[in-house]
């Protein structure tokens, strides 16, 4: 079984400047997270969906980040316009029904600088 | 805002010793579960316990649950150099889809 895809795995933007972010969970998973890993802090969850509606925003930073699930399947996680605090880690994981009572499934993360 | 709270921030210790970390937190759960997340790299899931239980075992890991003073403890006994990373504990909340809240992790170093 494949895991969760993400790309780019690193992405170096100056400040200001925009980004995307693309993840691929597993086939058939209804649940998508997108989280937020500042170094040394865990993960933050920013946005939660099932199939392609959103369960959870409420962490989402809203007049610059944006995400959306097309089809209920591939996601995308857009920063416009970058700061310097954005700098961290974006995770995306998925789960099979409602996340719960299931387990998590996480990709590698996205290396995300922002100069 | 982060919903468990984990504890030590940090443990070292030496191979063959047992590793105990412990996670509170706030509100009632569906149930918790721990992920391990070696430098650089995603999280991956080692155990989940539901509100219900008490006790879980996998392999080397144990996890307790106690809901009444609304915390967990995972302890992994003969720890290896392998077991080096972060360890953290999410919560699973009623009646928020699955909604899955990470802690802010405890650093494990197992030195040989």
């Known amino acids: 079984e494949a895991g969760v895809a993400q790309s780019p795995r690193y992405k170096i933007i100056e400040k200001r400047q925009s980004v995307a972010f693309w993840c691929n969970p597993i086939?058939?998973?209804?649940?998508l997270y997108w989280y937020q890993q500042i170094l040394g802090q865990g993960p933050k969850l920013l946005i939660q969906?099932?199939?392609?509606?959103?369960?959870?925003d409420s962490q989402l930073p809203k007049d610059r980040f944006s995400a959306e699930r097309l089809k209920g399947v591939d996601s995308t996680l857009k920063i416009q316009p970058a700061k310097l605090e954005d700098s961290a880690v974006y995770l995306c994981?998925?789960?099979?029904?409602?996340?719960?009572?299931?387990?998590?499934?996480f990709g590698q993360g996205t290396r995300l600088t922002v100069v | 805002s982060q919903q468990g709270e984990e504890d030590p921030q940090a443990l070292s210790i030496q191979e063959g010793e047992n590793a105990t970390m412990n996670c509170s937190y706030k509100t009632s759960i569906n149930n918790l579960q721990w992920y391990r997340q070696n430098s650089g790299r995603g999280l991956v899931h080692l155990i989940l316990?539901?509100?219900?239980?008490r006790e879980k075992h996998s392999g080397r890991l144990r996890v307790t649950l106690d809901t009444s003073k609304k915390s967990s403890s995972l302890l992994i006994t003969a720890s290896r150099a392998a077991d080096t990373a972060s360890y953290f504990c999410a919560t699973s909340f009623y009646n928020q889809g699955g909604k899955l809240i990470f802690g802010q992790g405890t650093e494990l170093s197992v030195k040989p």
């Open positions: 086939s058939g998973h209804a649940t």
């Open positions: 316990i539901r509100s219900n239980e």
């Open positions: 969906f099932q199939n392609n509606g959103v369960v959870d």
């Open positions: 994981a998925s789960s099979s029904w409602l996340g719960l009572n299931t387990e998590a499934f």
